[in-house]
Structures are given as structure tokens and as C-alpha cells.
């Protein structure tokens, strides 16, 4: 043997080794495919039982609420007159006062010619209806009390901890800000 086929020859030794330890691990990796889809199927284990949580008491209920504006939260908190505020169960009800507050949705305002402005509010069912000023919205005696352009700031009548009411102020923002 020549020794310019030496390098030729060590070349093709080379390859037909690998060649054959990769057929050897393919036909391994086929044989524990085989395997493993011969096995019986195994069980699979329930989900955790889910565990009992304590029931949470909010207690800065009383406390001003972060998400309404300055411009609305009286200082003090919640407040209630000497005579305690209570509902006026003979005021005959808006149309609005059917739905929570959540199902409103505020839609923009108007301003009429002689400078009164309205609030655009769209009901559950798709339609909308004007509010002013002095109007009311929502389950809880909700008297609006001032109309800006992204939102209706209310304030309502809420029963309290001690079997009253207090006032609370309220907003319905403007989905588009």
C-alpha cells in the first residue's frame, strides 16, 4: 500500500464508523419508542383538592378610596348627618336607578345652547339616555353632582356597618380617556 492512499483510506475508515454509530443510535432511539408505546397506559393523578380560604373582612372601608377624585372625598371619610342620611323612599324613581353603576357605560357629554351640559349614558340594552346635574343613577340613590368630560362623579346613599347609611362618592368614567 502506497502511502498516498493512506490518507484516502483512513477517510473512508472514518466515515463508515460513523455511518454505522448513527444507524446504531437511530435503531436504539426506535427500540425505546417500541418500548415505551408497548407499556400499559399509567394513571393520571387527580388535581389537588383545593384548599378552604378564610373569608377577608375589609377594614378601611371608612377610609378614603384611592381610585375617586380629591375634588369629591370628603377629607374625613364618609360622613353622616346628626339625623343619619337615609334614603328618600317617597322620590319616585329615575330610569336609570334600575341599573347598577357597573352596567352603565359613560359615552361623552352635550352642552346646550343655553350652556347646560349633559351626560350621554348608555344603558345594559344598548341605548342611551342624557343626565344632568341633579339626576340620579344606579341602585344606591346615586345623586350626580358634577359632569366633566371623562366622567360622572355621583354621590350615593350606601348602607354602612352599624345598620345606617352613609354618603359615598362615586364615579362613572369614560371607557375612552
Do not use: H, W
Amino acid at each position: 500500500m502506497s502511502i498516498q492512499k493512506l490518507p484516502m483510506l483512513l477517510a473512508l475508515s472514518i466515515t463508515a464508523i460513523s455511518i454505522t454509530g448513527c444507524t446504531d443510535r437511530i435503531g436504539m432511539a426506535e427500540q425505546s419508542m417500541a418500548d415505551i408505546r408497548n407499556q400499559p397506559a399509567q394513571p393520571i393523578e387527580p388535581p389537588p383538592k383545593a384548599e378552604l380560604v378564610e373569608d377577608f373582612v375589609y377594614s378601611a372601608s371608612s377610609q378614603r378610596s384611592p381610585f375617586l377624585p380629591p375634588s369629591l372625598v370628603n377629607v374625613e371619610g364618609p360622613t353622616t348627618s346628626i339625623d343619619g342620611v337615609r334614603p328618600d323612599i317617597t322620590r319616585v324613581k329615575e330610569p336609570l336607578e334600575q341599573y347598577e353603576l357597573s352596567q352603565l357605560v359613560f359615552r361623552g357629554v352635550v352642552v346646550s345652547p343655553e350652556g347646560q351640559r349633559y351626560a350621554l349614558v348608555q344603558r345594559p340594552d344598548g341605548s342611551v339616555a342624557s343626565v344632568k346635574v341633579g339626576d340620579y343613577l344606579g341602585l344606591n340613590d346615586g345623586r350626580i353632582v358634577e359632569i366633566t368630560p371623562t366622567q360622572i362623579n355621583l354621590i350615593e346613599i350606601v348602607p354602612d356597618s352599624r345598620a345606617g347609611f352613609v354618603e359615598k362618592p362615586q364615579s362613572l368614567v369614560s371607557p375612552i380617556s
